[in-house]
Antibody, heavy 119, light 108 residues
């Protein structure tokens, strides 16, 4: 079945880096744009970044632009989020999500991976 | 950046009642690219509605979306026990996406 599984979360000090991964299965990964969305503890959803199906186009929320990089490896059916210069406000559950084709919505979500930023 | 404001913050209703949730945009949403999601505690969000009024695959027809421009509504015609959750709207425009702050639908 269609599935997204995030990994790579953990505890990291402010200013350090972390890379998240999202393994996709059950669908043709290379045909879909993909998102990262985060949710701080007890808070709402915040969109982080999107990458086009071919990896040529990436877009970011202002809050992470210049610090985070979204990328993909279609040979491994995996989406990545490289997070640099982490701040306390980056602490959240990070979800990867599939962009539904021809539609600007997210139709498949992973279960999330938790990033804790603390000294 | 388009800001989405959802109201009310919390809605208290009983099973069987009708729920009406609002999402207002700070400027017109491009081509009504407005989606609604449901999130239960400890779970990932689930897509309910896209393009303002189209139901996602497998979503019961008691869920409906309406609206255009800056004002959008999610209606649940008759609440089932499993419908009590947090609901988010989300829009797309100028290559960027934003979510509303959410409406919590709780059992009265």
């Amino acid at each position: 079945q269609v599935r997204l599984v995030e990994s790579g979360g953990g505890v990291v000090q402010p200013g350090r880096s972390l890379r998240l991964s999202c393994a996709a299965s059950g669908f043709t990964f290379s045909s879909f744009a993909m998102h990262w969305v985060r949710q701080a503890p007890g808070r709402g959803l915040k969109w982080v970044a999107v990458i086009s199906y071919d990896g040529f186009n990436t877009y970011y929320a202002d809050s992470v632009k210049g610090r985070f990089t979204i990328s993909r490896d279609d040979s491994k059916n995996t989406l990545y989020l490289q997070m640099n210069s982490l701040r306390a406000e980056d602490m959240a559950v990070y979800y990867c999500a599939r962009k539904q084709q021809l539609v600007y919505a997210m139709d498949v979500w992973g279960q999330g991976t938790t990033v804790t930023v603390s000294s | 950046e388009i800001v989405l404001t959802q109201s009310p913050g919390t809605l208290s209703l009983s099973p069987g009642e009708r729920a009406t949730l609002s999402c207002r945009a700070s400027q017109s949403v491009t081509s009504n690219y407005l989606a609604w999601y449901q999130q239960k505690p400890g779970q990932a969000p689930r897509l309910l509605i896209y393009d303002a009024s189209s139901r996602a695959t497998g979503i019961p027809d008691r869920f409906s979306g309406s609206g255009s421009g800056t004002d959008f509504t999610l209606t649940i015609s008759r609440l089932e026990p499993e419908d009590f959750a947090v609901y988010y709207c989300q829009q797309y425009g100028s290559s960027l996406y934003t979510f509303g702050q959410g409406t919590k639908l709780e059992i009265k």
